[in-house]
């Protein structure tokens, strides 16, 4: 092997390494998980899922404060396809995909599209306030430090090492996919088009 050749094929490996670093997102600390392999997601592609209709597990009922002190019950979004967002103010590839949510919320808000925020080891609210601010992000936030919230999930559907986490809920409140790491614009409505379509 020539030295061009290994060259290029060590930058290579260099570049999946990150790639797949990335593909982890923020996948460091600490809440527990509700993770685990028994998911019943189907592979899409690389950090993508959805789920058979058939299959899908309900979703739970999440209440609490959001960030800028509201209420918030996702009982009074029955009938709408909600997209939850998993993210902190701390983690990069979530300020990397807020443009994306934010684009993708404002098209779709017509068209009963719901999307919610989780926003989740932010000891206090005035990082996700300020996150929230600087990428006019228009959709409510619930405030879960501690992941509590998070833990309602059905196992296997979040994993709390990885931060960012987009979760797709259909319009009969079942789970109907997620996306892992962050989500661009294409991805969430290759995810939204064929759930919207049901």
Same mark, same amino acid.
């Given at each position: 092997?020539?030295?061009?050749?290994?060259?290029? %094929?060590?930058?290579?490996?260099?570049?999946?390494?990150?790639?797949?670093?990335?593909?982890?997102? $923020?996948?460091? &600390?600490?809440?527990?998980? %509700?993770?685990? %392999?028994?998911?019943?997601?189907?592979?899409?592609?690389?950090?993508?899922?959805?789920? *058979?209709?058939?299959?899908?597990?309900?979703?739970?009922?999440?209440?609490?404060?959001?960030?800028?002190? *509201?209420?918030?019950?996702t009982a009074?979004?029955?009938?709408?396809?909600?997209?939850?967002?998993?993210?902190?103010?701390? $983690?990069?590839?979530?300020?990397? #995909?807020?443009?994306?949510l934010v684009?993708?919320?404002?098209? !779709?808000?017509?068209?009963?599209?719901?999307?919610?925020? =989780?926003?989740?080891?932010?000891?206090?609210?005035?990082?996700? !306030?300020?996150?929230?601010?600087?990428?006019?992000?228009?959709?409510?936030?619930?405030?879960?430090?501690?992941?509590?919230?998070?833990?309602?999930?059905? *196992?296997?559907?979040?994993?709390?090492?990885?931060?960012?986490?987009?979760i797709f809920?259909? +319009?009969? &409140?079942?789970?109907?996919? +997620?996306? =892992?790491?962050?989500? %661009?614009? #294409? +991805?969430? +409505? &290759?995810?939204?088009?064929? =759930?919207?379509?049901?």
């Open positions: 092997m020539s030295v061009s050749s290994h060259s290029r %094929s060590v930058l290579f490996a260099a570049g999946t390494a990150v790639a797949a670093i990335a593909l982890s997102a $923020c996948g460091t &600390g600490g809440t527990s998980s %509700s993770s685990g %392999s028994d998911t019943n997601l189907v592979n899409a592609d690389a950090g993508a899922s959805l789920e *058979k209709e058939g299959d899908r597990l309900k979703a739970p009922r999440l209440t609490g404060e959001t960030v800028d002190g *509201k209420k918030l019950d009074d979004y029955r009938g709408k396809v909600i997209v939850f967002n998993v993210w902190g103010s701390w $983690c990069g590839p979530c300020r990397a #995909e807020a443009d994306h684009k993708v919320s404002n098209d !779709l808000a017509d068209d009963g599209v719901q999307f919610i925020g =989780i926003n989740t080891r932010d000891p206090q609210t005035s990082p996700a !306030l300020a996150f929230e601010k600087n990428y006019k992000i228009p959709y409510p936030s619930l405030h879960d430090p501690a992941g509590k919230l998070l833990l309602r999930f059905p *196992k296997g559907v979040f994993n709390a090492q990885t931060v960012p986490t987009t809920v259909d +319009r009969k &409140g079942r789970i109907a996919g +997620r996306i =892992i790491g962050g989500a %661009s614009e #294409e +991805r969430l +409505r &290759g995810m939204l088009n064929p =759930i919207l379509a049901e």
